[in-house]
């Protein structure tokens, strides 16, 4: 059996891994065993009553952290003429056309998300085997094929996460750095479990959510009473 380290050993000591917590309860718990070497970021996986194989079972989408991400988020846009001078001017990292397919299919995809207009679809289409593994392909249900480039760059930039149910029933989803404060935190932590609830896909039946814990990079994993969850 492997020897655990003294922070495995101490955090096995101080908390139950079967107990429920209050969120409230959770984020001081993860502020208390904090490292002191980095800022860690805060999780949350939700284990969903969801079979992802299914089309009407599958869960996706964007919400606005209120409180930010705590990271800087790298943005490319493919547009053109004003639509490329609008990006720019709210922020984007990268924008082009016909030269970011080519940049990205030579392996230069360093970016958190993809922005579209409509007209640049033909192009970016090209680039579905590069960007759809990674979640990066632009999709008008998301907002990031959108003729508003400037917008969707500023909600980027400004705290939006994308959520995406994996082959396992499970979300996973930073909510931000420990450096926060517990209110700004629980302010995330509300607004990305309310998102997650309201979109229960049609196909879901019996018990939705089945299960919450909130974590952090070097922290426990601390069960969420699901109990909380408004909607749930």
């Known amino acids: 059996m492997a020897k655990l380290s003294k922070k495995a050993k ?11 917590y209050s969120i409230d309860e959770a984020l001081k718990a993860l ?3 904090a490292s002191k070497k980095f800022d860690e970021t805060v999780e949350v996986a939700m284990n969903l009553g969801v079979d992802p194989r299914h089309a009407d079972q599958m869960v996706r989408g964007m919400v606005s952290l209120p409180a930010g991400t705590g990271k800087e988020m790298k943005v490319a846009v493919f547009a053109k003429g004003d639509k490329a001078d609008e990006a720019l001017k709210a922020g984007a990292d990268k924008v082009g056309a016909e030269d970011l397919m080519e940049d990205m299919q ?3 995809i360093d970016y958190d998300r993809v922005i ?6 033909g192009v970016v289409g090209r ?3 590069v960007l759809g593994p990674k ?4 999709n008008p249900k998301l907002g990031t094929v959108t003729p508003n480039v400037a917008q969707a760059v500023k909600d980027a930039k400004g705290g939006q996460v994308e959520f995406r149910v994996e082959k ?11 450096s926060f404060t517990e209110a700004q935190l629980k302010q995330n932590f509300e607004a990305l479990t309310q998102a997650i609830v309201k979109a229960k896909p049609s196909g879901s039946k019996g018990k939705y959510v089945k299960k919450v814990t ?7 994993g601390l069960k969420i009473d699901t109990a909380e969850l408004e909607g749930a």
């Not at 955090?11 to 891994?17: G, R, T």
């Not at 579209?116 to 679809?121: K, Q, S």
């Not at 979640?135 to 632009?138: E, N």
């Not at 396992?168 to 420990?178: A, E, P, V, Y």
């Open 168 to 178: 396992q029933g499970i979300i996973h989803s930073g909510i931000g750095k420990l």
């Open 31 to 33: 502020k208390e065993v």
């Open 127 to 129: 680039l579905g085997k």
């Open 106 to 108: 030579a392996g230069n």
């Open 116 to 121: 579209a207009t409509p007209d640049m679809m």
């Open 214 to 220: 909130l974590t952090s990079t070097m922290g426990p």
């Open 135 to 138: 979640g990066l392909m632009p």
């Open 10 to 20: 101490m955090l096995a000591e101080k908390f139950d891994a079967e107990a429920f």
